[in-house]
């Protein structure tokens, strides 16, 4: 693979570092190449979380990029990613989105593989060209590292060990967000295919203007102290506290923004990975948003939601009725979010480019300490982004 | 399904009395939404208890009960349309649905309620004038009948598991 577009030596972008070319979010060149260099090249990709496959044998289909892979839960305990793809001719060995066995069975030519993704068997072997040995017929792995549960995986061998990929400054909000220790149990997903961009998806999850949301003043609730945290290699931390409104005349059921707060939290955390991964915890939500790009034009977004192994049932249910009416594609407080999505990427096909404006004190520098609700805290990423795919910069 | 399951639940097993009263709810509920009228869409369920939910079959297959739309009281349902007349109110892009409804079971559960299985799709229109499918899928609906019907639970169960947009309006 060496994809290429003319964009990429055509296209000068500007001096200015708040200044994005809309160019960029409608080449479908360049999109074949950020696939290569960024979803397959060297970058960590989340891909699961281990309660989405609690038990030895469970099973997630998924995708890094526009490849299909499956996440298994062997029966030896470790998590594992392959290419879902069949050793023999390449037929996809699971097409469910979910379950759990033991075996998996390639339909085509009924040949079989363990949950550690060893070849079992293959009718007729005697019959195969010289030298066929089972061994070398296994699932191809692909290299997967865990943070509390997470589960990510990547294509390239040049990908720095996690931790040091992550950075220090994530590792504790990562943690909290996913429940101090990542002992979690799935609640359910709420899925959606967004018809824009994988870039306009997620500049505009996670980071959004409180503008957007009429809910946090109806509610007469503000966003109290908060800041955001990007780091060079395109990851940003978002932390607020959250100053719960005394009484809720808005609503007739209060409870939806009940804040039991047990736990790791301050109220609201943010953290959006490189490339496409958000992650959130409002409230006593917790929800991974697993995304990649379907093509092009559109992002397909799978909200999942957890709990707590250690929640009580109260615990649990107040949980599950907060994540399925709060936050996600038809939730209360983000339904506007997802609204300016597409409207985002219909508007990007025009001259020009999208200008940041908010916190932007000297357009020539990166800000690593934006305020809570600048725009500036997404220009590291885009510096990176820029690197990554070879634009030039215009010297004035 | 034996024969005799099906002849206690097809939609003969019912008075037509009964049929025609369902009939209307049905009808009004999505003649309210195609209308994009909360508060029409409101009066269809039970005042005095009702649920509301909407949901992927993907996750009811499994008993993972998270959904698009979760009101499990009719606190949330009357939420519900504060959402979207007060609270989402000019920050979304208007789109036009269509439902379209097949009954296909309904039984007596007893005294005057009823469980009914409704087949829907519904069709939505962006400003654009483009139309396609926002969802497929069916009702599982308890549906309380005294002189008027009315929803104690609907649960709109979504074949399409990963829908094209957000939601706005309820299925």
Redesign the interface.
């Known amino acids: 693979m060496n994809a290429h577009s003319d964009l990429v030596t055509s296209l000068e972008w500007p001096a200015n570092l708040n200044e994005i070319p809309k160019a960029v979010f409608d080449d479908p060149d360049l999109y074949k190449m950020e696939l290569e260099k960024i979803f397959y090249g060297p970058e960590w990709q989340v891909v699961a979380h281990r309660g989405e496959v609690p038990e030895k044998g469970d099973f997630k289909r998924f995708y890094i990029g526009e490849m299909p892979v499956l996440v298994i839960h062997g029966e030896d305990g470790q998590v594992r990613v392959f290419h879902n793809a069949c050793s023999h001719r390449g037929a996809l060995v699971e097409t469910k989105n979910r379950g759990s066995q033991l075996e998996f069975e390639c339909p085509y030519h009924r040949w079989l593989f363990s949950s550690t993704g060893e070849m079992i068997g293959c009718p007729n072997s005697n019959q195969f060209s010289p030298g066929f040995k089972k061994e070398n017929f296994g699932l191809r792995e692909i290299r997967t590292d865990e943070y509390c549960g997470l589960v990510f995986a990547t294509l390239s061998d040049d990908t720095p060990d996690l931790k040091e990929w992550m950075g220090e400054r994530m590792l504790d909000p990562l943690a909290r967000i996913l429940g101090g220790d990542g002992r979690l149990r799935l609640l359910g997903y709420q899925k959606v295919n967004y018809a824009c961009n994988w870039k306009a998806y997620v500049d505009n999850d996670g980071y959004h203007a409180p503008l957007l949301h009429p809910a946090f003043k109806l509610l007469n609730w503000q966003g109290g102290r908060g800041s955001q945290t990007p780091t060079e290699n395109g990851h940003i931390v978002f932390e607020a506290d959250l100053t719960m409104p005394d009484r809720v005349d808005l609503l007739d059921d209060p409870s939806l923004i009940d804040f039991k707060g047990t736990d790791t939290s301050n109220g609201s955390l943010v953290i959006s990975t490189f490339p496409i991964t958000v992650l959130t915890k409002h409230l006593d939500m917790l929800n991974v948003r697993f995304a990649f790009p379907r093509d092009n034009d559109h992002t397909e977004v799978h909200y999942a939601y957890f709990r707590h192994e250690d929640d009580d049932e109260e615990m649990a249910r107040h949980r599950l009725r907060q994540a399925s009416n709060l936050l996600g594609p038809s939730g209360m407080i983000s339904l506007e979010d997802a609204a300016i999505f597409t409207r985002i990427h219909h508007g990007n096909i025009s001259p020009g480019n999208a200008i940041f404006q908010k916190g932007v004190s000297d357009p020539r520098q990166l800000n690593f300490t934006p305020a809570q609700n600048d725009e500036t805290g997404n220009l590291p990423r885009w510096e990176y982004y820029r690197k990554l795919m070879g634009f030039r910069r215009a010297q004035s | 399904m034996s024969d005799q399951v099906r002849s206690d639940t097809r939609l003969s097993s019912v008075s037509r009395d009964v049929r025609d009263q369902i009939a209307d709810l049905q009808a009004d509920y999505i003649a309210a939404l195609d209308s994009q009228d909360m508060k029409g869409w409101l009066a269809s369920f039970d005042e005095n208890n009702s649920s509301y939910f909407c949901?992927?079959k993907?996750?009811e297959d499994?008993g993972?009960?998270?959904?698009?739309?979760?009101?499990?009281?009719h606190?949330?349902i009357?939420?519900r349309v504060?959402?979207v007349d007060?609270?989402?109110?000019?920050?979304?892009?208007e789109y036009q649905t269509r439902h379209f409804l097949q009954p296909t079971r309904c039984k007596s559960l007893g005294e005057d309620l009823y469980s009914a299985q409704t087949n829907f799709t519904v069709m939505y229109t962006d400003d654009a004038g483009i139309t396609k499918v926002l969802a497929s899928g069916c009702y599982d609906d308890e549906i309380v009948v005294n002189g008027v019907a009315r929803l104690r639970s609907r649960k709109a169960v979504l074949d399409t598991?990963?829908?094209?947009?957000?939601?706005?309006y309820p299925i």
């Open positions: 949901r992927s993907e996750n499994e993972l009960e998270v959904g698009y739309m979760f009101d499990d009281c606190e949330r009357c939420d504060k959402f007060e609270i989402w109110a000019g920050t979304f892009e598991n990963v829908v094209p947009r957000y939601m706005v």
